[in-house]
């Protein structure tokens, strides 16, 4: 049977949003013991960036505390001597530790109930369908998209936001029961760990290399037309404090820098576009005191006039960059052909696991993999039987379980993931590479 859950058991507790009641915090949570449950709501499709609008904690003897860090950002900053010396527990954290960190938090334990999800081989690891799964209970996921940055923010808000964190760590204490039932804790550590080292980095607004579709280009013109159109529409969008892609969107970036002969009509037929919203630059934004569409025309002829020395360099040249997969069949055999193995053995792996092969390596890193091993393994071989000393029996096997396993821990797999993937993937190479890769080597 299944519980569902309307309103927090202790009541909705108040919304901190003065200097005085979010100093007050620190010594409710240091009342408590054990992890502290976080959680954050953002609102980045109506705001500049992801930033925390509100952030919900939790703790056993401490109860549930709502704080409104837009309102009070200092107040805020200061729970950091309290925040920093505890374990916590989120679920999805690499989505809510960007804004935390901006703040000056960062755990000292990390816990991920999401994580643990993956590796149980759950099939719902969204909080509300795991909180189903394994507590029995269901609470209202209907408010995730709403924006938090609008004030005040109703009762109905508030409660969906506390109730985020009211079994989140009896969430936790079920799945860590499971994993260590499972034998699996110690890849769950591995995994939280992981996330703790990559994604503990402030909110930041995308820079022009990172926007969708940038890669692509190849023309020094275009990229500093990119780069230009990029620097008009960040600075619009930092002034009025909404996302950048309701500015001018990347697509629309993409397609004037993509033929610099044409740049200027292709913005102008941009600007011209009937409608208001993404679709189309909102003419009433200003930069620097000019119209955002004078901006824009400026930044195009900028670009267009910069001298060829000053130009952006492309990210790499066509000869070092990794073709696209979907070539490898008909244009690099070896390539398609250990990656299809590597793929049939993850599939294997995963399923003997009874986990998500995205759980065990996601596809664009076991393709990276599959080009290195294709490009590199005789090279490895040929390196070292030339090497080796004539008195030591080759030991070809050996040469690639090095190579490989140092390919997929360059791609930031875990010892866990290298342990259950590098047999399979060894193999793959070997007979890719011949029936036997260390004959006629000598």
């Given at each position: 049977m299944v519980t569902r859950i309307t309103a927090p058991a202790d009541g909705l507790p108040p919304l901190r949003d003065t200097p005085a009641s979010v100093a007050e915090?620190?010594?409710i949570l240091a009342r408590g013991h054990g992890p502290v449950a976080v959680d954050t709501e953002r609102a980045s499709s109506f705001r500049l960036d992801d930033r925390a609008f509100l952030i919900q904690l939790r703790r056993a003897g401490s109860g549930t505390v709502l704080i409104d860090p837009e309102t009070v950002p200092r107040e805020t900053r200061g729970l950091a001597t309290v925040m920093n010396g505890l374990p916590w527990v989120l679920h999805a954290a690499h989505t809510d530790l960007p804004c935390l960190v901006s703040l000056g938090w960062r755990p000292a334990k990390l816990h991920d109930t999401q994580i643990a999800g993956k590796l149980l081989g759950l099939g719902q690891v969204g909080l509300a369908g795991?909180?189903?799964?394994?507590?029995?209970?269901?609470?209202?996921?209907?408010?995730g998209r709403d924006d938090w940055s609008r004030r005040p923010l109703g009762t109905d808000l508030l409660t969906y936001a506390a109730l985020d964190v009211e079994l989140l760590l009896d969430l936790h204490d079920e799945a860590r029961r499971r994993l260590d039932?499972?034998?699996?804790?110690?890849?769950?550590?591995?995994?939280?760990?992981?996330?703790?080292a990559t994604a503990a980095h402030p909110v930041a607004v995308p820079g022009w290399r990172e926007l969708k579709g940038v890669g692509a280009l190849t023309s020094p013109r275009s990229l500093a037309l990119v780069q230009r159109l990029w620097y008009v529409r960040t600075v619009a969008a930092v002034g009025a404090d909404r996302p950048p892609a309701t500015v001018l969107a990347t697509s629309?970036?993409?397609?004037?820098?993509?033929?610099?002969?044409?740049?200027?009509?292709?913005?102008?037929?941009?600007l011209a576009r009937p409608g208001r919203g993404r679709g189309r630059p909102d003419r009433r934004l200003t930069v620097f005191g000019t119209s955002l569409e004078e901006a824009l025309h400026r930044a195009v002829d900028d670009a267009l006039g910069e001298d060829p020395a000053f130009l952006p360099v492309p990210f790499r040249s066509r000869g070092t960059a990794v073709p696209d997969h979907r070539t490898w069949r008909e244009e690099y055999?070896?390539?398609?052909?250990?990656?299809d193995g590597f793929r049939a053995c993850a599939e294997d792996v995963a399923?003997?696991?009874?986990?998500?092969?995205?759980?065990?390596?996601?596809?664009k890193t076991l393709r990276s993999a599959a080009w290195t091993c294709a490009t590199g393994a005789r090279e490895v071989l040929l390196r070292?039987?030339?090497?080796?000393?004539?008195?030591?029996?080759?030991?070809?096997?050996?040469?690639?379980?090095?190579?490989?396993?140092?390919?997929?821990?360059?791609?930031g797999l875990r010892p866990w993931q290298c342990g259950l993937l590098a047999p399979g993937f060894v193999a793959t190479v070997a007979d890719a590479v011949g029936g036997d890769p260390g004959a006629g080597l000598d």
């Open positions: 915090v620190a010594g795991m909180l189903e799964e394994m507590l029995g209970v269901t609470v209202a996921k209907d408010h039932e499972a034998g699996r804790a110690g890849w769950y550590r591995q995994e939280c760990s992981a996330v703790l629309d970036i993409i397609a004037v820098a993509s033929h610099p002969t044409r740049a200027r009509e292709t913005l102008a037929a941009v055999p070896l390539a398609a052909e250990i990656s399923g003997d696991l009874g986990i998500g092969v995205d759980t065990l390596i996601v596809m070292d039987a030339r090497l080796r000393d004539p008195d030591v029996a080759p030991d070809p096997v050996g040469v690639l379980e090095d190579f490989v396993t140092s390919v997929l821990d360059q791609r």
